[in-house]
């Protein structure tokens, strides 16, 4: 009833009635294979490890940059422009790397931090 409401135009020798029956019975839209694992799913794995590749990747050279500065004497005070890199890491890492006095201290800058938790040993 909706298709003849809306004015849709019918392939030749149907009614809108026999469309209806059809619908009503399934038969007009075939049936999908399920998955464990849908195809958009597996596209979201891949997106976020190509995601975070791409992350380390920028890091990395961002270390180098940072390591090669160091080494000529030139100030670590300077933009390093990366949409892959989150703002507040990024922030964490230029904030590090005006305390840096040395280059572990340049490399530290760049590594992980450990979680701190806390409340470890709290009753």
């Known amino acids: 009833m909706a298709?003849?409401?809306?004015?849709?135009?019918?392939?030749?020798?149907?009614?809108?009635?026999?469309?209806?029956?059809?619908?009503?019975?399934?038969?007009?839209?075939?049936?999908?294979?399920?998955?464990?694992?849908?195809k958009s799913e597996k596209r979201r794995r891949r997106r976020k490890s190509l995601t975070i590749r791409h992350d380390a990747?920028?890091?990395?050279?961002?270390?180098?940059?940072?390591?090669?500065?160091?080494?000529?004497?030139k100030s670590l005070d300077y933009p390093f422009?990366?949409?892959?890199?989150?703002?507040?890491?990024?922030?964490?890492?230029?904030?590090?790397?005006?305390l840096a006095g040395s280059e572990q201290e340049v490399r530290a800058a760049f590594k992980p931090l450990p979680f701190h938790r806390g409340w470890d040993g709290y009753p």
């Open 81 to 98: 422009e990366s949409e892959a890199i989150p703002n507040d890491l990024k922030a964490s890492i230029q904030g590090a790397l005006l």
């Open 3 to 38: 298709m003849q409401m809306l004015g849709f135009e019918l392939p030749a020798g149907y009614t809108y009635e026999q469309m209806a029956a059809q619908e009503s019975n399934g038969a007009s839209r075939p049936k999908r294979r399920q998955s464990c694992c849908g």
């Open 57 to 73: 990747g920028r890091l990395s050279k961002w270390e180098r940059l940072a390591l090669r500065r160091h080494k000529e004497g």
